[in-house]
C-alpha cells in the first residue's frame, strides 16, 4: 500500500523568504514518482515539480525545488523567494509503477504569504 | 502542458436526478484517466480509474452503481451521478496522462456539485 503524510496543516511564511513543506511516504515499489501540486482558491490543480524515484539529483523547476531524501522517504517542497501569490493549498502526490498507476495525495499544507 | 478540459465547471441539481461531468484531453491522447472527489478542505480522494474501452476500476468504498464512469474514447472520460442526493454534493475532479507512468498527471478544472 502507499501512504502520503503532510504533518503541516498551515505554513506562514513572509513575502520573499523561503518555506519547507513536508512530505514523507511509504511505497512498497521500487520504482515511482513524486509529485507536488498547487490548489488555489479557484480548484485547479498545477502541476509543480516532479522527481522520479531513481533519479540522482534533485529537481528545480524555477522558484521550486524538491528535497528528496529518499533513505528516510522523504520529498520536502522548498519554495524560494515567496510571493503573495503563492498563497494556496499544497499537495504532495505520488505514483507507484509497478501496478495500478494511480496517483494519491497528502493532505495537503495550506501556505499563507504576507507581505 | 497538455490541457484537459472539465465540464460543468459547477452544477446545481434537485434529488434524484442524474449528473453527468466530462473530461476531455484536448490535445493528446489519454489511455487512463483518473476521477476524484474533494470535500471542503480536505484531500483528493481517488474514485476510480478509467480506461479507454473497458471497465473502470473502483476504489474500495465507492459505489460503482451510483457513480458511472464511461471512457468511451482516448479524450474523453465522463462521470455520471446516479439518482444524486445532497450527501453527494462535493468537488469533482478529473485527471489524465499521456501515458502510463513518469509524467505527471494534468488536472481539469473540476466541478462543483450541489444536490438540493
Known amino acids: 500500500a502507499q501512504k502520503i503524510t503532510q504533518t503541516q496543516p498551515g505554513m506562514f511564511v513572509q513575502e520573499k523568504e523561503a518555506v519547507t513543506l513536508d512530505c514523507t511516504y511509504d511505497?512498497?515499489?521500487?520504482?515511482?514518482?513524486l509529485f507536488w501540486y498547487k490548489q488555489p482558491s479557484s480548484g485547479e490543480m498545477i502541476f509543480l515539480i516532479y522527481?522520479?524515484?531513481?533519479?540522482?539529483q534533485n529537481a528545480t523547476e524555477g522558484r521550486y525545488s524538491l528535497n528528496f531524501q529518499k533513505a528516510r522517504k522523504s520529498a520536502n517542497l522548498v519554495i524560494s523567494a515567496s510571493q503573495l501569490g503563492d498563497s494556496a493549498m499544497y499537495f504532495c502526490a505520488m505514483r507507484g509503477f509497478s501496478g495500478a498507476d494511480k496517483l494519491i495525495f497528502g493532505t495537503g499544507t495550506r501556505l499563507q504569504v504576507f507581505p | 502542458g497538455a490541457v484537459v478540459s472539465q465540464h460543468p465547471s459547477w452544477v446545481i441539481c434537485k434529488s434524484g436526478t442524474s449528473v453527468k461531468i466530462e473530461c476531455r484531453s484536448l490535445?493528446?491522447?489519454?489511455?487512463?484517466m483518473f476521477w476524484y472527489r474533494q470535500f471542503p478542505k480536505q484531500s483528493l480522494m481517488l474514485m476510480a480509474t478509467?480506461?479507454?474501452?473497458?471497465?473502470?476500476?473502483?476504489e474500495q468504498g465507492v459505489e460503482k452503481d451510483k457513480f458511472l464512469i464511461n471512457h468511451a474514447s482516448l479524450t474523453l472520460s465522463t462521470l455520471t451521478v446516479t439518482s444524486a442526493h445532497p450527501e453527494d454534493s462535493s468537488f469533482y475532479i478529473c485527471s489524465a496522462s499521456h501515458s502510463m507512468g513518469r509524467t505527471e498527471a494534468f488536472f481539469g478544472q473540476g466541478t462543483r456539485l450541489t444536490v438540493v
Open positions: 522527481q522520479g524515484s531513481y533519479d540522482e
Open positions: 511505497t512498497s515499489d521500487q520504482s515511482y514518482g
Open positions: 490535445d493528446f491522447q489519454a489511455t487512463t
Open positions: 478509467s480506461n479507454e474501452g473497458s471497465k473502470a476500476t473502483y
